[in-house]
């Protein structure tokens, strides 16, 4: 891939830049100097082979320096007091340069009792890399029909594109916060996507680990199935929530530990699929509620994994769960609240020792809480016309020593727009004048580019026949007609309505709410 190509190009071509900006400077005083790769290879070889021989980082660093002034003085020495040609002489030690260090390579290797050269482990251990790079994305919704229109194309672009920011960026690690899936039971091809998906980021990234959770959406049991073939491509997955023997919650299975480029434990996942009735640890009072089991759920799992960890190691939180004060879309009812916002978890059940809590459910890219490590990555594609103004995104980061930094929302590239025509409700000669105006559709055109249109208009009376002529107006544009929204003017002196609360509810007879409903939407009597 290309951006794989120039992202490799740029980290291979880095230190050559430090020689180049080098060169430039000396061009500047009046000199041409053509032995800077020698210059670069011998302060290259010195600093090796005192990193080989002592052990020490530091003493090799100072050995390169030293190497690369004292090579550097030869050439001004020559060039400058005996005034020789600048160009035969940085052409003689760059020949001289690279073949002295290439020799002395050789000579290390064939002295090395297993016929390579291994830097000791301080200098190792110096070098590693004591980070993780995170990318956080969930709810794709993978199978999803957009009111009766496919979106594969629009779900191959964003893997596509969440690949190559993998490969660019040289993410450590993955995590999917569940809703995976559109539905429990997903098509072939739904599937077919996801797990190529999978095999493609391996291919691109093999030190890439991914860490996958079961949402409302999915089959905790389906997802869970391909897990020993899964292993072998470095991905978790917790669907459901197992038990020991005794019935206990097998916290271990919930612990999911990441890895740096080294190979060191630098976190612990608590990967907690979506929850349902008996998942978590049961009340010892035995009344209970879905608030508290979920709360105490997460806070006895942090217990157990804090008594596991490392010092500076960190801890990371998953879950899939619909939190207190999250902002959701106004018609999606994937997301929508129940029973009155009963089932809300607090951000308090999330410990603030966490180091970043992924979750997923809301659609809505959002942190919770006014906590900038318990977030919501979003949706990458609006799932209702509610979400049109939504800045789709993932949420990269970084843990450098047990802690988050280079907190960072990497928007999405929207492949297929929506469109609300007219914005706000208008009448129907309005409505049919607005569509007249968009632009036409191009013949052998890709239809899956389309953007989606949903009409608003104005009605006061029903009108059966106003879906036709919208059709008839959309026959020859580029657009793909999902939904007509009508609206009916308030009669005078009707008062804003107001959301029913429970109470209200449990007095109001089911005919009197019949009556209710199609008076607001048809302006009439039942």
Known sequence: RLISFLAHAVYMGTPLLFG?????????????NLGVEGTMAMGACAGFMVAYKTGSLWLSILAAFLMGALVSLIYAFLTITMMANQNVTGLTLTIFGTGLSNFIGEQMISASPTGNLKLPDGVMSSLKNMSLKIIHTADWHLGQTFFGYDRDEEHEAFLSWLIDILTLRQTDVLLIAGD???????SAAAQRRFFRFLREANRHNPQLQIVIIAGNHDSAARLEAPIPLLEELNT????????????????DSLLIPLYNK????????????????????????????????????????????????????ALFAMGHLHATGAELSEDDRSERTIMGGLESISVEAFNEDLAYTALGHIHKAQRVGGRESVRYAGSPLPMSFSEQHYHHQVVAFTLENGCLSDLEAVPIPLRTALHRIPAEPASPAEVLLSLSNLPLAEEGADRSLWPYLEVQVLLTEPDPGFRHRVEEALADKAVRLTSIIPSYPKKEGEEDSRPFSYTDLQKIAPLDMLRHTFTNRFGGDL
């Open 20 to 32: 180049t900006v080098g060169e430039i400077q000396n061009e500047k005083a009046g000199h041409l």
């Open 180 to 186: 995976v899936f559109d539905v429990a039971n997903p």
């Open 236 to 251: 978790s997955i917790v669907g459901v929530v197992p038990r020991t023997d005794l019935c206990k919650i097998d916290f």
């Open 262 to 313: 080294e190979g060191k434990r630098e976190a612990i996942c608590l990967a907690v699929p979506y929850l349902r009735q008996g998942d978590y640890p049961a009340s010892k009072e035995g009344k209970d509620t879905y608030v508290e089991g979920v709360t105490r759920m997460y806070r006895q799992l942090y217990d157990y994994a804090d008594s596991q960890r490392q010092p500076g190691e």
